[in-house]
């Protein structure tokens, strides 16, 4: 039998019967030579049997409990993050078997760990490379193209398609720092610092981000809200975040369009609400918009790449937050940032 393999039960099953095998061989003396109160004598060894089989018993338990303690206390350190931690399992029987696969899963665990981390460490490695090599030629290009518009003013056409090369550059740039971006947050590359920050001066640093482009397109950006609210964040990837959300507003609102950026604070909750008239989201995309590179089929702008949303959502997470969007075709669209307040229990 797979349960005698371990010894403490061995040793108990052995003291069972050994108080058993005693107390029927006094019972059979006392019954053959018709001792006299034989059966207050049985009675008493009864008693006994009892008493001492319990005795047993608690002492195998005892041993037991301390045995899963011991690796109730381990497990615990590994989980804590002592990863070489190991549950001793130097004995025979069912129990231990357990233990050691145990120890074989906390092995096969941090080989899968090491190996992540390996992974990421390459990753964040090749993503650093990567960056270094685009933006120097995307420096050059720029450059160039500075020198041809300078060079091409007598020439309206030329000086026309170096400024749509321009453009494509500087979209290109963008999407270049985006995909960065978001590789850097997947390869775990990049640490959120929190602190206190002033939620209306940062939304002032963000218009200010926008004031050039929004007065030649003749759009206003609008700030309403308290001087005094305080969020724990980390203050320039929110503002990422936050930029991401007001460029995309820019981009489909149309000549006079207005963007308010309005932030609130309730009992637990700190809200930011980024809202514009433009030409709204079709209903069938509202709920892929946060989506790497989705595209919609509704959607007229050829210039977005749909990276924005979706950084600015995985910032958004990665600072507690959450973020919703409403929008009315025609009418134009809200975006509703939510953070708790921490609280002191």
């Known amino acids: 039998m797979k349960i005698l393999m371990n010894k403490n039960i061995k040793s108990l099953f052995r003291a069972v019967w050994v108080c058993i095998f005693i107390f029927v061989l006094i019972c059979t003396v006392l019954i053959i030579f018709e001792v006299k109160n034989a059966a207050v004598y049985i009675l008493v060894c009864t008693l006994c049997l009892f008493f001492a089989i319990l005795a047993y018993l608690y002492k195998y338990f005892t041993e037991q409990n301390k045995i899963?303690?011991?690796?109730?206390?381990?497990?615990?350190?590994?989980?804590?993050?002592?990863?070489?931690?190991?549950?001793?399992?130097?004995?025979?029987?069912?129990?231990?078997?357990?233990?050691?696969?145990?120890?074989?899963?906390?092995?096969?665990?941090?080989?899968h760990a090491e190996n992540e981390l390996k992974s990421k460490e390459f990753l964040k490695n090749t993503i650093s490379d990567i960056s270094h090599q685009l933006k120097t030629p995307l420096a050059a290009l720029n450059i160039y193209n500075g020198i041809i518009q300078d060079e091409a003013e007598a020439s309206s056409e030329i000086k026309e398609f170096t400024e749509l090369s321009e453009q494509e550059l500087d979209r290109i740039e963008i999407l270049v720092q985006n995909l960065l971006k978001i590789t850097k947050f997947d390869a775990g590359a990049i640490?959120?610092?929190?602190?206190?920050?002033?939620?209306?001066?940062?939304?002032?640093?963000?218009?200010?981000?926008?004031?050039?482009?929004?007065?030649?397109?003749?759009?206003?950006?609008?700030?309403t809200g308290e001087e005094n609210i305080a969020l724990l964040c980390d203050r320039e990837w929110l503002m990422q975040a936050i930029d991401n959300i007001v460029k995309n507003a820019l981009d489909h609102t149309s000549e006079g369009g207005i963007i308010s950026i309005e932030w609130k604070m309730f009992a637990s909750v700190v809200q930011i609400?980024?809202?514009?008239?433009?030409?709204?989201?079709?209903?069938?995309?509202?709920?892929?918009?946060?989506?790497?590179?989705?595209?919609?089929?509704?959607?007229?702008d050829t210039q977005g790449v749909g990276l924005g949303l979706s950084l600015a959502k995985t910032i958004v997470e990665l600072n507690n937050g959450t973020i919703e969007v409403d929008s009315e075709l025609g009418r134009g669209t809200t975006f509703v940032i939510n953070f708790l307040i921490p609280t002191k229990l």
């Open 68 to 111: 899963i303690e011991a690796a109730e206390a381990k497990l615990t350190e590994y989980i804590s993050g002592n990863c070489d931690a190991r549950i001793e399992c130097d004995d025979e029987g069912e129990l231990y078997k357990l233990f050691h696969k145990v120890n074989m899963l906390a092995g096969v665990l941090n080989a």
């Open 191 to 223: 640490t959120i610092e929190k602190a206190p920050e002033n939620v209306s001066e940062m939304m002032k640093n963000v218009k200010k981000h926008f004031l050039f482009r929004a007065e030649r397109e003749k759009k206003q950006i609008i700030l």
């Open 273 to 300: 609400i980024i809202k514009d008239n433009g030409s709204g989201i079709h209903p069938e995309d509202l709920h892929h918009i946060f989506k790497r590179f989705y595209r919609s089929r509704f959607s007229k």
